[in-house]
């Protein structure tokens, strides 16, 4: 059995972390010239809310990715079925095939590993759990519907310069609140989010 084989009998272990993430990334993604969003969610993990906001959230903030047109569109309508579908008590999360199929160069994923290396290991040495009420099941439920309100708002803040990056930080800073159960890290993520609604409303508006 070769290397690429045993990976895929495998089940990724859960990432607690930023860096594990990103390793659990490298080490589950197949290896072949573009990766699926299919095979990334498969690589960090389909068993909580965390690893689908780390990766929409990533993808939108990651210059070398968002910077495509229609990318954080497209992370803005993952992030809505799911949150939308988490809210709705489903066990499992659906996304359609047409998503799923969206791929990116396995250069630019690797690209974009290496850029976010050194920020995830200052972030990662941050996270502890703290204030878990935060994170518990009422709090999932405030940050699934604080998800939902950025994903409606991804797809304007396109026409404005570095918003969608604002809702990236979101995203991400949810995600890894969820992961670590920092409830901490899950306040400063509603200001980010506030931060980035206030500066695209003085900019439409």
Known sequence: MNDETARRGQEPPQAHNLNELLD??????????????????SAVGRRSFGPFLLVAGLITLAPIISGIPGVPSLMAIMVLLVAVQLLMRREHFWLPAWLLKRSVSKRN???????????????????????????????????????????IAMPPMELVPFSVNGAGVALVAFGLALIARDGLLALLAFLAAGGTFTAVAVNVF
């Open 24 to 41: 659990n990334i490298e080490r589950f993604a197949p290896d072949c010239d573009q990766v699926t969003l299919d095979d990334l969610l």
């Open 109 to 151: 994923m690797h690209k974009t590993i290496r850029w976010l290396r050194k920020p995830a290991s200052y972030v990662d040495g941050l996270l502890r759990p703290r204030l878990v009420m935060l994170t518990g099941d009422v709090g999932i439920v405030v940050i699934a519907i604080s998800c939902v309100v950025i994903a």
